[in-house]
């Protein structure tokens, strides 16, 4: 006497949609990753801009000219050209750096991402 077992597990089908839906994943991954770690890059210079020493007394022409210099050492060329992403707006005993930008690419075919950064950090010149 022969016994009927149910058989488990996925079909081909099941298979090619599972393995499509992970590619697709991946290809998002691998276009919007690169983007967010250059905005923890620009975090990083900016966040240790209030902690250098050539800071104190300088104008904010030159604290301008020492951010983008430290974005190109990052190689955050197009930010470092980019002169609407940061602005400097005066406080008391120094300035309030403000990054404000939009970095946008595809993810395929007509299809694109645009992702808004935003950061402030406080620059003491006094």
Partial sequence: ????????????????VII???AVQGIMALRIVPVYLNYNSVRSVMDKLPQDSEVKGISVKKLD????????INNLY???RNKEAF?????????????????KGPIMGNLEF???FDHKVEIITK
């Fill in 1 to 16: 006497m022969r016994i009927m077992r149910k058989q488990s597990g996925l079909t081909m089908i099941s298979w090619i």
């Fill in 20 to 22: 499509g839906l992970v």
């Fill in 65 to 72: 000219e020492l951010l983008r210099k430290r974005l190109k």
């Fill in 78 to 80: 197009d930010l470092a």
């Fill in 87 to 103: 602005k400097f707006k005066k406080m008391q005993g120094g300035y309030v750096l403000v990054a404000h930008y939009e970095d």
């Fill in 114 to 116: 645009v992702a808004t």
